[in-house]
């Protein structure tokens, strides 16, 4: 094998994503695996923590087992091996975390841990490697909405976060109420193209408060109302609606930090990143202040090991890091200015 050859095996088990991806050096992916147990926990209209842990445990040695397939290597060939520590739900993490150290003990190669949040801001790396830092990144998804400012990566100082529900999760709720399986984020994306977003006008919870943060509660609330006065209302003008006032909340918050920051460049990344109407309207809101809008894409977006693998790879290679074998899952942990 040629000496400077460097594989990281990534391993993504946060929530109900089964991921597994083999990256060779940093940015150039040879497989990566998703298993979305999105099916199996739509029949309770939401993510059961237990049935998740129990789909992993069946499901990540198989997706291992593909992915060294898929890259045509040998598993003795691997050079580190990072797994997703949190955040997350606690018994999904311990899955992967502990299949991924196993197998790091196993070989006798180094481990890393990962921060989620850190995972989906190296999605942007994966799609454009020379795009470097500075730049703000919006992390959005059924977990987190959170505007991170990225000096360089590696560092990150959190800029603001949703006080209640994830965007994603507001719309998973919302979409439950409206009668659309779980999660609903796409399904409403669909239904609000043949809708009129003018029909109702929902609030648009903290767009005018100082800071960054989000909230979505409200807005999940006055939907609950609106449906029981106006159980006829067609789904796909309420689709419209609440889809206005997200976008709506999500462009004027992230322009506005991208802009306190000076920074040139927003990414975005999370499983709402590929709402077209949130793309179309960053895009424009972007061009009208400078600001150059990135969407890797939506293979990267949503969860995946790909991410996983990267921002664990570049801890090693390019800050020197590794993990204790007794390293623990951190259900809560953010991302701050020392990566925690
Ligand atoms: O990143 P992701 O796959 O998993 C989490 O970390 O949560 O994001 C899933 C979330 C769900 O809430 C789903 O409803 C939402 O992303 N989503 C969308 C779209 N596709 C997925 N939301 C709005 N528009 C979409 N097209
Ligand atoms: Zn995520």
Known sequence: MSPDRFLTLGIETSCDETAVSILHRETELLASLVYSQAEIHAQYGGVVPEVASRNHVVKLPLLVDQALKKASIQVDDLSLIASTYGPGLVGPLLVGLSHGKGMAFGLGVPFIGVNHLEGHIFAHRLAEPDATPPFMALVVSGGHTSLIDVPQ????????????????????????????????????DRLAMLGDPKIVRFPRPMIGSPGFDFSFSGLKTSVVYHLRKHPREKQEDIAASVLASVVEILTKKSINATRRFHRKRLVISGGVAANLHLREALAKAGGEHGISVHFPPRSLCTDNAAMIAAAGAFRHRILGEQHPLSLRPEPGMGLGLDGN
């Open 153 to 188: 990566y590696g560092e990150y100082q959190l800029v603001g976060m949703t006080v209640d529900d994830a965007a994603g999760e507001a719309l998973d709720k919302i979409g439950k109420m409206m009668g659309i399986g779980y999660p609903a984020g796409a399904e409403i």
